[in-house]
Every structure is written in C-alpha cells, then in structure tokens.
C-alpha cells in the first residue's frame, strides 16, 4: 500500500513553512486543542531556552501575547510571548535550502530597537558552516536535527502537525543518508550533493593541520547548475595588491579516459588575465607548485592515484595543481579522507620551506 500523501511534499517553498511554524505558534494560544497548545509553547521555550540557557523555563510558562506576523520588513515571521512575566519578541529567519545574505541578519536586529528579542536563524536542510555563522550575529540556530528531535517527542493525533512532522523527519532522514553513503566503496556518487561536497572538505579541512593564513570554504554552480565546493588552504598576498590562492576543490569533470567523474583538485588561483607578465610568473609558480606537490604525494607514501592536471600553457587565472578522481577503490572518499590530509600538510611545509610570497606582479 501506498502511504498516504504528505501536504509538505506538494508545499515546499519556504512561503510553505514560514505559514506551517505560524500555523503551530498560534495554537498557543488555542485552549480548545489542548495537545497543540502544549507542543506550541514547549517550541517557543524552545527557541527561549536556546538564547538564554541560564534562564531555562517550562512551557506552563509561555503565554502567546501577539500571533504570528509574516513578511513585515522583509523578516519571514515574528511573534511575541509573555516568558515569565516579560514580554518578548521572537524573530525567525526562515530558511529551506538557501542561506542568509546582503547583511539581511544585521538588519533585522535594527527592526524593533529597545525590545527584549530573541532571534532565530532555522533551516531545514543541512547547516553549511554560512548558517552557523548566524549565531556571530546574535541568533540561535535551530537545524533539522534540532527541529525532527523536538517533534518526535511531541506527537499529536493532527494532520497538519503529523505531515510537519513526518516531513521534517523525512528532511533528515534524507541528509543523513546522503551523507552515510559517503565512507561506503560507492559512496564518491554521493558527492552529486553540494552538502555532501561540503561534508567531505569539511572533514579534511579539520584534518589538515597545516595551512597558510588559515583556511576558508566556498561553494556555488557551475553553469549547468552542478554543484562545486572547495577550501582555501594557503593565500598570499603582494604589496602590489595580487593575491595568490591555493585550494582544494571538489567538482566534475571528463577524466583522461573521456568520462564524467567527480574529482578533488588542488588548485592555483591569481587574477592576471589579461596582464602577460604577471601571466608568465603565475605559470613560472604554477610548475613549481605542481613539482612540490608531486614531491608530496611521493612523501606520504599512500595509495592515492592521480590523474594528469590540465594543462595550462599560457597562465589562465585558475589552474590545476594536483587532480585525483573518486571511485570505488584506492581513491574512494573513505581513502582521501583517510591519506589526503598527509599530502596537504607535507605540500603546504614545502612551500613554506620555498617562501610562498607569490611572485605575480600586476
């Protein structure tokens, strides 16, 4: 038998949840469903309890004083509840799969000067390290797993609230086995998935111990809308203002035998297009580069295979250092994420050792 159909499968926009999260909130103060009252106010002491950990209440404490208000100043929702005997007010960033942006946190916080707030950055997909950058601008951050933890523990025989709450599961459900897919012999498939690029890079970049001006992660798409992610290890800067860049990239591209593949790539980035000489001197580093790096991968000794880098014969802004594809046997993700990090931190002592001050001049 088929299961039944889930209202949040057909309303997935974040529109959709913003009215779901209100659609809860307002029934604290529902007396006639008691149930939903209860699970209404246990989220809002959630959500205080979060902010202020050494003021934690119960939900008997929760009185909803304002409904939920949608889309005023551009904030997703906001309501206010007596915590106690105070009045505050809870504003909510309301995320499905994007991420905060143009300073959009910073302002909310200017919307109701003078207020007893607590603010809430919520997603229901997977937290990249942007999100979590959230709480630096005073919010907590509330994720999937935060929210599918709290509404296993909250049934309520309602149709709405049982599809939120099997939707939510479901979200998890799906990340988690994404990325549980990542350390199988297979699992390079899995890296199909921005999060699970992400994932992966995060976990090498914590064990890279060695770095040059700290490390960075970025991601984005490419023109097919395919999903690239990579992390900055090493920057270097010259009093004429050129920037030199070394990172690690996870993407897709033709490998040598003509197939699509997903691949990590250490790679050189300089903006010198368009500028022959600093041209000349990138391309001059990038062989050096390229010569440490293989000094590396002999150094570490481990049972990596890599693929010859692109060539680059004219000094392009981007290229590549050292590119190994992923498959099911020696360069499965479980192996990269296992002998990788030996080769970046021999690679990075190397260029150390020959002084990393870029030599591109503008």
Not at 213 to 238: I, Q, V
Not at 279 to 291: E, G, M, S, Y
Request: hydrophobic share 40%; with cysteine; aromatic share 10%.
């Amino acid at each position: 038998m088929p299961s039944n159909p889930n209202l949040f499968h057909y309303a997935t926009s974040e529109l959709s949840q913003d009215a779901a999260i209100c659609w809860l909130v307002a029934h604290a103060d529902c007396e006639a469903l008691p149930e939903l009252q209860h699970v209404a106010r246990s989220f809002i002491a959630l959500l205080w309890n979060r902010a202020h950990p050494d003021q934690p209440v119960t939900p008997e404490a929760i009185r909803l004083t304002l409904t939920p208000v949608r889309q005023h100043e551009h904030i997703d929702l906001y309501f206010e509840a007596e915590v106690v005997s105070q009045r505050v007010l809870f504003i909510i960033e309301d995320k499905t799969s994007t991420t905060h942006h143009s300073d959009q946190l910073a302002r909310y916080k200017q919307v109701f000067p003078g207020r007893e707030t607590v603010f809430v950055y919520l997603k229901t997909t997977y937290l990249f390290g942007h999100d979590h950058a959230a709480k630096e601008h005073g919010y907590i951050v509330i994720g999937p797993t935060d929210l599918d933890d709290f509404l296993r523990v909250h049934p309520v025989a309602n149709d709405i609230y049982s599809d939120f709450r099997g939707h939510i599961a479901g979200l998890r459900s799906r990340i988690d086995g994404v990325l549980a897919q990542l350390l199988i012999p297979n699992g390079y498939k899995a890296l199909s998935h921005d999060f699970a690029q992400y994932e992966v890079l995060r976990r090498l970049g914590r064990a890279c111990r060695q770095t040059i001006g700290g490390w960075h992660f970025s991601k984005g798409s490419n023109p097919d809308g395919k999903p690239w992610t990579h992390f900055r290890f090493a920057e270097s800067k010259e009093s004429l203002g050129v920037t030199e860049v070394l990172f690690h990239r996870i993407d897709a591209r033709q490998n040598d035998d003509g197939q699509r593949g997903m691949y990590l790539s250490t790679r050189q980035y300089a903006t010198v297009k368009g500028k022959p000489e600093a041209q000349a001197q990138k391309l001059q580093r990038l062989q050096r580069h390229r010569q440490l790096f293989a000094e590396a991968v002999k150094e570490a000794n481990v049972g990596l295979k890599f693929a010859r880098p692109s060539a680059d014969y004219r000094g392009a802004n981007e290229s590549e250092i050292g590119t190994l594809f992923f498959d099911s046997g020696a360069n499965s993700v479980e192996s990269v994420l296992r002998d990788f990090p030996n080769i970046n931190d021999a690679f990075v002592t190397r260029l150390r050792a020959t002084d990393m001050a870029p030599a591109v001049a503008v």
